[in-house]
């Protein structure tokens, strides 16, 4: 009976070379896997930010048309709890593929983790007042109970707001006069009125 013949060299050296080429082709094919991966996370973090951003867009837009239009408050206020409550759950998937992008990428050494643009909400007009609320700091430190505490500088938030319109009723005088030579009573026309007789001024209506 014929001795199985092994596909292998009986050289040790030989075999050791074998085994270095074979590590190598494992280290190549794992560096694929991990390119394939990383490229593959970006792309998923990269529609995940996509998706809240879009979601944010319609956030703002909705806000936009009710300022303009003044669409129905019951509807428009489920709309945007709707959008907002999407947006939410899209920014905390965006966060996610984010970080595991940022973990792909790690394992190589061409591939860039993705990193995600938030929107920057440009600052409001210099023209328009500011009406500064300062928050009240604590008189003590929180862990440790020392009344020493030193300001090491502020956080300031901007949030717009509509100031209510304002009432007020214009009286509008016409003085009488009479004459003394022939006691004839003369008096300036009454102003025009949008409607007849009517009450509201022209900014009213």
Known sequence: MEAAISPYPDDVDALKALLVKALQKADEAEQRAALVEAELANAQALASATEAMIAHLKLQNAKLRREQYGASAERTERLLAQFELELEDLEADAAEDELAARAAAAKTTTISAFERKKPVRKPFPDHLPRERVVIGAPCSC???????????????????????RSWKVIQTVREKFACRDCEKITQPPAPFHVTPRGWAGPSFL
Do not use: I, Q
């Open 142 to 164: 929180p862990a440790c109970g020392s009344d020493r505490l030193s300001k090491l500088g502020e956080d300031v938030t901007e949030t717009l707001e509509v100031v209510p």
